[in-house]
């Protein structure tokens, strides 16, 4: 999906889209902005899931579950499982 923008950025912003364009070896300032966002955009927004990965995640549940049952823990008892000390 194309989203068709009209920015103003400053001239620091500019060049710092001309570094990444020619780092990544990109046709234009656009292309740029969109690698920028893929290598620092999960720092504000997560990125939605796709099916398949969802289907996957419910299956690997389903066989966990199969295989251990749906097993309670303390909260002891995980503070021993991740090495946790009571003070």
């Known amino acids: 999906m194309v ?3 009209n920015l103003h950025v400053s ?3 500019s060049r710092v889209l001309g ?4 780092k990544f070896g990109l046709r234009d300032k656009s ?3 969109d690698k920028f966002a893929e290598m620092f955009g999960d ?3 997560d990125k939605e899931a796709k099916d398949e990965y969802v ?4 299956e690997i549940e389903k066989r966990h579950i199969a295989k251990y049952g749906l097993k309670k823990m303390t909260l002891a008892e995980l ?3 991740c090495g946790i000390s009571n003070v």
Not at 19 to 22: A, G, H, L, N
Not at 55 to 58: L, Q
């Open 31 to 33: 292309e740029a902005m």
């Open 3 to 5: 989203v068709a923008m």
């Open 43 to 45: 720092e504000f927004i």
């Open 55 to 58: 289907k996957k995640i419910i």
């Open 11 to 13: 001239e620091y912003a």
């Open 79 to 81: 503070d021993r499982l």
């Open 19 to 22: 570094v990444v364009k020619e």
